[in-house]
């Protein structure tokens, strides 16, 4: 847990790391820097030097970026005020403003208004590189087969990390997730079917425990869903069956069985999505999803 600041230290810190600082409403506002200048740290050296001439916006960013990155000011602490910034980086406080702008986009800080309002440190938020890194599937020169082949790979892993650490309450949910399935499958309702088979990988990403695999995880199923919404569910219940056996070797812990039963199962699925459309790149594929999408609405 992280203690609270004592006196003299510029910032609020909460007690919780995961989250933003909200003042109480009886709780000392925070005192504006000096008029003259420098925005200070405890030892009286400046936090960031005059941005240079030279692509001075990317400079801003780069410095408070670097301020997070080492830790100079922690989760939680409130940065200075916009116009302390400015005359530190001997900027305009427009130019400040965007530059706490771009990083709030990018997750480190949050922006609040108001009598305790600010620039706050926080944690990243996961969401914003998931996003990212589909984005950047979408962009780049990625074929389909790039795809699915580096989803083969994740997922494999990722199950047998959960033959380890899973447990019997964790195979439970899954087991449940896994009877929702073969119901659909046997109603012949093909959507729904589609939707729990996701469900089920969003699952054992999260039964990892690592934080980190489920960022990439996400990253690449945000992308599957588009292409599966693209070309539409699979009409067969060959993946529920591959489900079921899956569970079966996680129940009994055995990594190598459970893997080599999901390679079995993406290896079909992507088959058969290369015999629909073929190696297209990505961006080609879930582009014209975007594209009826915009169209219908």
Known sequence: MIQQRQGGARGVRTTDPRRCPTPSAGEEELPSPPASGAVMIASGRPLVSPARASRTFDEVIRQLQDLIRRQKVKI????????ALAEQFQVSRNMVREALRMLEITGMIELRTGRYGGAFVCTGRPEIVTRSLADMMHLAAFSLADLTEARLWLSTTVVRVVSQRATETDLDRLGANVDAAVAYAAAAD??????VNMQFHDM????????????????VMGVIREI??????IRSDATVRHRVKIL???RRR????????MAANLASVHDFWLREIGDRPVGEITGAVSTALRRDA
């Open 204 to 219: 054992l990403a999260e039964l990892t425990g690592n934080p980190v695999l489920k960022i990439i995880h996400d990253s």
């Open 254 to 261: 055995d990594a190598d069985a459970a893997a080599a039963e």
């Open 76 to 83: 939680g602490d409130r940065l200075p005020s916009e116009r």
């Open 248 to 250: 079966e070797h996680l």
């Open 190 to 195: 093909w959507p729904h079917v589609a939707q």
């Open 228 to 233: 599966s919404l693209a070309l539409g569910p």
